[in-house]
Structures are given as C-alpha cells and as structure tokens.
C-alpha cells in the first residue's frame, strides 16, 4: 500500500498544473466562438459544460495563458452584458415617473447601441453617452440633443477612417440628433500578444519538440501508467 500510495501522489503531480481556468460561466454559443480563435492562433483550449447552468468554462494550457488572455482581449471577448427591456422594466415592477422612464428607455437605447458598435469587426469595447434635449436654467433656451461615443480597438483592426459612418449610426438611431453634434473619439489598444511562431520547416530536433508538446498530457499519463505498474510489480514480487 505504501508504493501505491505513492504512485498515487506522483500522478497527481503530474498532472496538476498543465492547465488552468482561463474563464467561467461562458455562454456556449460565445465559448465556441473564443475557443476557435484560440485554435486558429494555435492556441490549445477546452471548454467543459456545467450540467446544471449549461455555461462553460475555457481551460488552457498554463504557458498560454498570457497569450490567451491578450489574444481574446484584442477580439473584445469575453463580451460584456447588456440590459435588455425586461432588466429595466421587470414584471410587477410598481409604477414609476415618467422622468425615471425616460431616463430608463436613455439608458436601454445607449445598451442597444453599445451592443451594436461591439458587434463591429476589430471593435474590442464601445461607449455611448445621449444628452437629452433639457432647457437651460435661465433663458429656458432648449439645449441641442448631443452624443458621445467612445470605441477601444484591436490594433490589428482599422477603423481610423469609420468615423463618419458611425456618426451616421448613431444620428440615424436616435431622433432629433444632428450630425454635427455627435463626436467620436476611436482609440488603439495596446498590442501585448505574441503570437505563436509556427516554423516552416522541421528539423528532427524541432519536429520532435512540436509533437512532444502536441501529445504531453498523453504522455504524462502513459508514462504514469507505465510507472504505477512497475510499483505493482514490485509490491508483487516482494510478498512472494
């Protein structure tokens, strides 16, 4: 028992730390989405479905992680959520002020928008702020209807030159909103990502690196079997 008790603790060994969580509770439809990125950068993952919530959790390998976390981040995953009419207007809700439901439906078409921008190829995070028409305090002069809109992009996305397209979004989406008071103000993410440089040609050395690499857990497991099954065979020929 002793030995094997051992073994035990040496394939526990080996096999903890080859791979980590990289995110929780993933819708599944966004899960394949990430995961098949990471894969066309050749980056391994897994997704493992919880049989009660039916969400996902990505693993990866732990030397990958950084790259995962930063290749994903450039491609605005995982994707934030967004308040829907249902969050802000619940069933039973009590009767609110025709102020705060105003300031409610604001809040749900700046979402919907939001939603809309991030849809965007190379779009990472998208914020957009709607100033209602108000009067001002003293002339009781009505204030133009205004919006601001803010963009984070991937640096490997170009979207210097979409200015006047997503001004014509917006304008078109809230009424009353001129063009020319609608600004836009786009801005490059950082690049941290490395990607993974596959080489064109193998050598032997090389070759033998990249499937090792491919085919470590199986060989971590094998190699502990094959370990497990020396100790036994030695528990065995000593009680004979």
Request: aromatic share 8%; with cysteine; glycine share 4%.
């Amino acid at each position: 028992m002793k030995y094997l008790k051992w073994s035990l603790l040496f394939l526990v060994l080996m096999l903890s730390g080859c791979r980590v969580d990289l995110f929780r509770d993933i819708p599944q439809d966004e899960a394949n989405q990430m995961v098949a990125l990471l894969m066309l950068n050749h980056i391994d993952a897994s997704a493992e479905a919880d049989q009660k919530t039916g969400n996902i959790t990505l693993r990866i390998e732990k030397d990958q992680f950084i790259n995962a976390v930063e290749l994903l981040r450039q491609n605005g995953f995982p994707k934030p959520h967004y308040s829907n009419i249902e969050d802000l207007f619940p069933s039973g809700q009590l009767v609110t002020s025709p102020a705060q439901e105003e300031a409610k439906m604001g809040y749900l078409k700046e979402q919907q928008l939001e939603r809309t921008l991030s849809s965007m190829d190379g779009v990472i995070s998208a914020r957009v702020s709607i100033a209602e028409t108000t009067p001002e305090t003293n002339s009781q002069v009505p204030q133009e209807k205004s919006a601001s809109v803010y963009i984070k992009y991937s640096p490997q996305a170009n979207l210097s030159n979409s200015e006047n397209q997503i001004k014509s979004l917006i304008q078109n989406s809230v009424p009353g909103l001129s063009f020319e008071h609608i600004s836009v103000y786009l801005q490059a993410s950082s690049y941290r990502y490395q990607p993974i440089v596959q080489p064109t040609t193998h050598t032997g050395l090389s070759l033998f690196s990249t499937e090792l690499e491919q085919y470590k857990l199986p060989i971590v497991i094998s190699l502990s079997g094959i370990f497990l099954m020396s100790l036994g065979g030695m528990w065995w020929m000593r009680r004979k």
